[in-house]
């Protein structure tokens, strides 16, 4: 062997004895320096998280009201942009940035840049045109409405994480949302995987009709632009089940931006969320209450003076006049306040409140929306109790309700005297079956007979003082109120709140309508509510097929005839 080849050999054996001890080193490293950790880490468990889709909302017929869809957020890796000045270029007009901003970034040593943090469809398909590398489109799920903002405060909205902040969202938040499935990962190869699936959302259908709905929406537009109010609300029911058809507030804004909006006050549902004194309308109830008791029959009088006092309170009719002999039908028709009052005192309180409790004054209605406030009526013996309130509550003041409770309790007077729970939600679709709302008796305030009694009073009281509800070929039952806004403990003398509840057909009603107009430059429900409900009225039956007096009592008598 020559000297060369000894040398070679040397090396190969060096090479090899330094390989050696490379691998021993390495082994020495892996296995006793940090041999348990490595352990740990390959028997250690990774949480994968699967979340649902979010349940769709439906009106009656199928009509898309919320789906979900998706935004975009766009970022870039710098150390991927082989263009960055092209790249620049081309962003800058799209994101609406400046290009030396954009080059900045771009030339970045950052691992990650977001560039826009929700861009819509069209603008993230523009960006995922261009011929650039390093640009990353992401979708972000986001909740959309065909619809635009109808029934926006029925609807509600959705936050970015998800969570439903007011209206149908976020009452029924656990089943739009379902229920997100976590399941462990394991690296090591020797452990079976785990699966789990998430509970997709639950989709509801409402009672709600788009184009009844639409319709609404509209005629309240239309009566807060002729009467300069700042807003209103207007509810139809069914008084028979308890469905809400329609369900009106404004004003509005746009659920799927509602971030915009400045006021968060605007995103609360009036109708179930706040309080007003609800004025006339509620001698409705008072009288009701009278005639169910037996204190009065319709043929009952008083004599009006033009003034009460109770409890140091003076009570004044609204035209500042005495009536004299005034019997029961024409105190409903005048509206006259000394008589709600009388009629309040010859029940007395315990009787009186007893009734207004029944009627659900005072308390939720359990309707399925979120943030249902309870109203404000105390009760003898409570701390805030006076007891000039007797007077007081029988005619709308000094008692503190809102406009589902207002339409649920006059609803029991045309449902021979039940009153039903006011929904909105007729089925929840899930994988598990559908389930579907059956009405529900919240009480029984006053007998069908007292019921059917106070109709016909109604009925008479509307023709003789309020021709402007009149709606062609229907008998309407109903009752203005006019309430003065109280501030501060003050009655503001200028800005009313104008109401008209009326139902029909008045003998078998398939409708109630509730009408609510803020601040109106006209000072009387009458001159402002009522003629928006003759107006809706005169829709709403030919939408809903309702007949007219003369024809669907026709049929009835033919019915009748056959079956004899």
């Not at 579907?436 to 019921?451: D, G, N, W």
């Amino acid at each position: 062997m020559n000297n060369s080849q000894k040398r070679r050999l040397w090396i190969i054996s060096v090479g090899f004895i330094l390989a050696t001890a490379i691998i021993i080193v390495r082994i020495f490293y892996l296995q006793i320096l940090t041999g348990e950790t490595l352990a740990a880490r390959g028997l250690a468990e990774y949480t994968v998280v699967e979340r649902p889709e979010r349940g769709n909302i439906y009106d009656k017929h199928g009509a898309v009201l919320a789906a979900n869809g998706a935004d975009y957020q766009i970022s870039i890796t710098p150390n991927q942009v082989l263009e960055p000045d092209e790249l620049a270029t081309a962003l800058a007009p799209i994101l609406q940035e400046q290009r030396y901003q954009l080059l900045a970034l771009l030339q970045s040593k950052r691992p990650y840049v977001l560039l826009a943090g929700r861009v819509d469809q069209e603008m993230a398909d523009t960006l995922k045109a261009l011929p650039y590398e390093g640009v990353q489109v992401d979708p972000m799920s986001r909740r959309f409405y065909p619809q635009g903002d109808m029934l926006c405060h029925t609807i509600g909205y959705v936050d970015f994480d998800g969570i439903g902040g007011s209206g149908l969202e976020g009452y029924y938040q656990r089943e739009l949302a379902g229920e997100a499935a976590s399941h462990t990962v394991n690296l090591s190869p020797l452990k079976m995987r785990q699966f789990a699936t998430a509970r997709e959302g639950s989709d509801l259908v409402l009672t709600v009709d788009r184009t009844i709905q639409y319709i609404v929406e509209k005629h309240l537009k239309d009566a807060l632009e002729e009467y300069e109010a700042t807003s209103g609300e207007i509810i139809v029911m069914d008084p028979r089940t308890g469905a809400i058809i329609a369900m009106a507030s404004a004003p509005c804004f746009d659920p799927a931006a509602y971030y915009d909006i400045e006021d968060a006050d605007i995103l609360l549902n009036p109708i179930v969320s706040k309080q007003f004194e609800p004025g006339s309308a509620i001698k409705l109830i008072t009288m009701a209450a009278a005639l169910d008791n037996g204190t009065v029959t319709p043929q009952s009088t008083y004599f009006d003076e033009g003034e009460l006092y109770v409890g140091g309170h003076r009570t004044l009719n609204w035209t500042r006049e005495a009536h004299g002999t005034v019997d029961m039908t024409t105190l409903l028709a005048q509206s006259l306040n000394v008589g709600a009052a009388t009629l309040a005192v010859w029940m007395g309180a315990d009787t009186y409140y007893d009734y207004m409790q029944s009627f659900g004054f005072g308390r939720p209605t359990g309707i399925d929306m979120m943030a249902e406030a309870s109203g404000l009526m105390p009760l003898p013996g409570d701390e805030l109790w006076t007891e000039s309130f007797l007077a007081t509550n029988s005619y709308g003041q000094s008692i503190a309700t809102t406009p589902i409770q207002m339409i649920s309790a006059i609803s029991a007077l045309a449902n021979d005297g039940k009153m039903m729970q006011p929904y909105i939600v007729q089925e929840i679709r899930s994988a598990d079956g559908v389930f579907t709302h059956e009405p529900t008796v919240l009480s029984q305030p006053v007998s069908a007979e007292t019921a059917h009694t106070l109709t016909a009073m109604a009925v008479q009281a509307l023709n003789t003082a309020i021709p402007e509800a009149y709606v062609p070929g229907f008998t309407v039952a109903g009752k203005t109120g006019t309430a003065q806004i109280a501030e501060n403990g003050v009655y503001d003398p200028d800005d009313v709140i104008g109401t008209f509840a009326g139902w029909l057909p008045a003998d078998d009603p398939e409708i109630v309508v509730y009408i609510k107009i803020d601040r109106p430059n006209i000072p009387w429900g009458s001159k402002t509510a009522a003629p928006t409900f003759s107006k809706l009225a005169q829709e709403l039956v030919v939408l809903m097929n309702i007949p007219p007096d003369e024809i669907r009592l026709q049929g009835e008598i033919l019915a009748a005839r056959a079956n004899e």
